[in-house]
């Protein structure tokens, strides 16, 4: 049988909505056919017969799903409008700005519709090759990762009851589920963070360390206050390398090292997006679980509120646990 694509709307219209439509345009999974988002957005990149009223892609519009690229406190709200109106929904991570908040969507799991959260860093074109050459390491990993943006400018991430936080749940959210899909479950975690000068509640640095259940550690270092923007994946056994950078060309360069022999090859970063719509369009047609769900964001929720705890030691199994343990 033909797959069909899958006709989605989009709410947004900021950096997450560019991206991803910009990465959608030549995907077959998807037809963007509706965008609700300011005039001044997304200028040149939507066709102006596509920008629509929220009651209109709610209602009117010929829309099999929604995706919900705006700031952190309005994901909840907007998912549950999606679902009402009888269609599916993925959310940007963090699925929103305390865990609490997040679990007002746990009485919508049971209905007919896929709550999914765009956990897009699983599906990079890397990844399969990654699992294949490096995870069959006999020895335990260890993981260096730096990923250093530039300090938004005039951005709600610097407002706390927008954002729930700052360097950590923007891009330290990807990290850590990424981490969690290859490497297991996490024991323990050690942080650091510095707080901005002006937004005392905001994390503008952090330094994370993780300890998996399987013996393999992580060191992960997110900044928004580096000259040079970087994001660099770097893995290491007593066996083997594998190191994964982002170029300024728009390219992922990764090295692969074993037995002394070395292996370059270069993946397109916009298959992350392509990769995670085309999921998300097959686990719509099967009914299957094939994207991150809303577990998976509440999973991940729980560790972001763990990371911001002041109590980082003693009650950190009991609250890793609890995360486990609730939506299994």
Same mark, same amino acid.
């Given at each position: @049988?033909?797959?069909?694509?899958?006709?989605?709307?989009?709410?947004?219209?900021?950096?997450?909505?560019?991206?991803?439509?910009?990465?959608?345009?030549?995907?077959?999974?998807?037809?963007?056919?509706?965008?609700?988002?300011?005039?001044?957005?997304?200028?040149?990149?939507?066709?102006?017969?596509?920008?629509?009223?929220?009651?209109?892609?709610?209602?009117?519009?010929?829309?099999?799903?929604?995706?919900?690229?705006?700031?952190?406190?309005?994901?909840?709200?907007?998912?549950?409008?999606?679902?009402?109106?009888?269609?599916?929904?993925?959310?940007?991570?963090?699925?929103?700005?305390?865990?609490?908040?997040?679990?007002?969507? #746990?009485?919508?799991?049971?209905?007919?519709?896929?709550?999914?959260?765009?956990? !897009?860093?699983?599906?990079?074109?890397?990844?399969?090759?990654?699992? !294949?050459? @490096?995870?069959?390491?006999?020895?335990?990993?260890?993981?260096?990762?730096?990923?250093?943006?530039?300090?938004?400018?005039?951005?709600?991430?610097?407002?706390?009851?927008?954002?729930?936080?700052?360097?950590?749940?923007?891009?330290?959210?990807?990290?850590?589920?990424?981490?969690?899909?290859?490497?297991?479950? #996490?024991?323990?975690?050690?942080? !650091?963070?510095? @707080?901005?000068?002006?937004?005392?509640? #905001?994390?503008?640095?952090?330094?994370?360390?993780?300890?998996?259940?399987?013996?393999?550690?992580?060191?992960?270092?997110?900044?928004?206050?580096?000259?040079?923007?970087?994001?660099?994946?770097?893995?290491?056994?007593?066996?083997?390398?594998?190191?994964?950078?982002?170029?300024?060309?728009?390219?992922?360069?990764?090295?692969?090292?074993?037995?002394?022999?070395?292996?370059?090859?270069?993946?397109?970063?916009?298959?992350?997006?392509?990769?995670?719509?085309?999921?998300?369009?097959?686990?719509?047609?099967?009914?299957?679980?094939?994207?991150?769900?809303?577990?998976?964001?509440?999973?991940?929720?729980?560790?972001?509120?763990?990371?911001?705890?002041?109590?980082?030691?003693?009650?950190?199994?009991?609250?890793?646990?609890?995360?486990?343990?609730?939506?299994?």
């Amino acid at each position: @049988m033909k797959t069909r694509t899958i006709k989605i709307g989009v709410i947004g219209g900021g950096e997450g909505a560019t991206k991803a439509i910009s990465a959608l345009i030549n995907c077959k999974a998807v037809q963007i056919n509706a965008v609700v988002c300011d005039d001044k957005e997304l200028t040149g990149l939507i066709k102006p017969a596509i920008r629509v009223s929220m009651h209109d892609l709610l209602h009117v519009c010929d829309v099999d799903a929604v995706y919900i690229a705006t700031p952190n406190n309005t994901h909840i709200d907007l998912a549950i409008d999606v679902l009402r109106a009888g269609k599916h929904v993925m959310m940007e991570k963090p699925v929103a700005v305390s865990f609490s908040e997040a679990s007002r969507l #746990i009485s919508h799991k049971q209905t007919n519709f896929s709550i999914a959260v765009a956990f !897009k860093k699983r599906y990079g074109d890397w990844i399969e090759y990654f699992k !294949k050459h @490096m995870v069959t390491s006999r020895h335990p990993i260890t993981i260096n990762v730096r990923w250093y943006n530039p300090a938004p400018q005039g951005n709600w991430r610097y407002i706390y009851a927008i954002s729930g936080g700052g360097v950590v749940m923007d891009i330290g959210s990807h990290v850590i589920d990424l981490l969690e899909v290859l490497f297991g479950q #996490i024991l323990d975690i050690e942080v !650091k963070l510095k @707080m901005s000068e002006r937004f005392p509640q #905001i994390d503008e640095e952090a330094l994370i360390k993780l300890f998996f259940f399987n013996g393999h550690s992580a060191t992960i270092e997110l900044s928004w206050l580096k000259s040079q923007s970087c994001q660099i994946y770097s893995f290491f056994s007593l066996e083997k390398e594998f190191h994964l950078k982002r170029q300024y060309d728009g390219t992922d360069l990764g090295t692969f090292k074993y037995n002394k022999e070395t292996t370059n090859i270069s993946f397109n970063p916009s298959m992350e997006y392509v990769g995670l719509f085309t999921a998300w369009r097959d686990s719509i047609e099967k009914n299957e679980r094939l994207v991150p769900q809303l577990d998976d964001g509440l999973r991940n929720q729980s560790i972001m509120q763990v990371i911001y705890s002041e109590c980082y030691r003693k009650p950190l199994l009991s609250q890793l646990t609890v995360a486990r343990n609730n939506f299994n």
